[in-house]
């Protein structure tokens, strides 16, 4: 998979190369795409992109910044994305509804965070106890998972691309040792997406907090515990100054998919040059965040465990077990109430058993 995404960020810049190069030294921005747009002039194109994420957040932040840099340098400066933070154009929970009514251009953001919309939309991001990131994308490229995603976005106005990834999350924060499910009951908080459905079941009160606003929210004691990204991204907002109990594995998202959320007439107003660009750079994106959220994620663990005292903890079987018996009860429940949910539950359950034969014998198993 990562050779398959380098290579189409590799063609995208030789492409632009070789018209540069056919053009006898022409800008690619005068001579165009290949595919019938050779004889247009590339006239630039700004758009504003609200992130959901700060700047400062690392991978699911510091990419969208990397983004909007890549489209610019391989557009020849034809393509621009100003990137803007949380609160600068609207909310970060409320980038998505506003790329779909038009108040913003694009928006960097997670279809999670659409979930108030359609449940459905959360399959965009992460299933519990659902894919990691390369059998995810293989859903979405070659079992109908784009498909879908576009036919659900498209009658909200948006066209998604895929364009982020995260590994595998953390599971969560928390003040106490948690030893039994007993625990849980009764505790206010912080959780995302399908697994929140989880969690409520278990006698937690979950609630979506954005980003910027969940530090506070553990500090001031509005919630009791939170979940939110990576180690990497943890440690940007020193949850470990409050809570020092990390718990692991995130069975909620073994990997976390965002997406470019265009308002349609903006994506359709877009040159199929430029449309490609985005394409390939989102590509490349999501090959560059592969290789980081690996290479980022023990060093940060280790740091907060030596510098801040976090003790680390993987969650035993038993209440393993337990959210998992809780996930079944959310599908099968919401399944019977929400076409949209079941149909994508469906295609996406369908592949996995699929690909079971191939994931359970061809990686050796640690």
């Known amino acids: 998979m990562q050779k398959r995404l380098f290579g189409s ?7 632009a190369i070789l018209l540069a190069g056919c053009g006898g030294g022409e800008d690619p921005a005068a001579t165009g795409s290949a595919g019938g747009e050779s004889s247009k002039v590339q006239e630039k194109v700004t758009l504003k992109m609200a992130s959901a994420f700060p700047a400062s957040l690392q991978l699911i932040g510091t990419n969208g910044v990397r983004f909007s840099e890549t489209i610019k340098e391989v557009s020849a400066g034809t393509l621009e994305f100003k990137f803007f933070e949380p609160g600068a154009l609207v909310p970060g929970l409320e980038a998505i509804p506003a790329a779909s009514k ?3 251009d694009v928006a960097w953001s997670t279809s999670g965070f659409y979930a108030g919309t359609d449940l459905a939309f959360s399959f965009f991001t992460s299933v519990p106890f659902g894919a990691a990131a390369d059998e995810l994308i293989a859903w979405l490229q070659y079992g109908g998972g784009n498909e879908l995603a576009d036919e659900m976005y498209g009658a909200h106005n948006i066209k998604a691309i895929p364009c982020f990834i995260t590994p595998p999350e953390a599971s969560g924060w928390f003040r106490e040792e948690i030893k039994s ?3 849980l009951k ?8 399908l697994g929140a459905k989880v969690m409520d079941k278990l006698g937690v009160a979950t609630q979506l907090l954005a980003p910027g606003d969940i530090f506070q929210a553990l500090q001031l004691g509005t919630i009791d515990a939170t979940e939110f990204s990576t180690p990497s991204a943890d440690e940007s907002f020193g949850f470990y100054q409050v809570a020092k109990h990390y718990y692991f594995p995130g069975w909620h998202q073994a990997t976390a998919l965002g997406h470019l959320f265009f308002n349609q007439d903006v994506w359709n107003s877009l040159s199929p040059y ?4 985005v394409e390939v750079t989102c590509g490349y994106i999501l090959k560059e965040m592969i290789a980081e959220g690996e290479a980022t994620q023990a060093p940060a663990m280790q740091r907060m465990v030596d510098k801040h005292g976090v003790q680390i903890h993987y969650w035993p079987d038993e209440i393993l077990s337990a959210y998992r018996g809780a996930w079944e ?3 099968a429940e919401e399944s019977a109430k929400n076409e949209n949910f079941k149909k994508v539950y469906d295609s996406y359950s369908k592949f996995r058993d699929e690909y079971k034969l191939w994931g359970e014998n061809g990686y050796m198993k640690k």
Not at 274 to 277: F, V
């Open 9 to 15: 960020y590799f063609g995208a810049v030789l492409a």
């Open 102 to 104: 038009g108040s913003i």
């Open 181 to 183: 499910v007993d625990d």
């Open 186 to 193: 009764g505790m206010k908080m912080r959780f995302f997406g």
């Open 274 to 277: 430029h449309q490609k660009l």
């Open 329 to 331: 009860e959310v599908v």
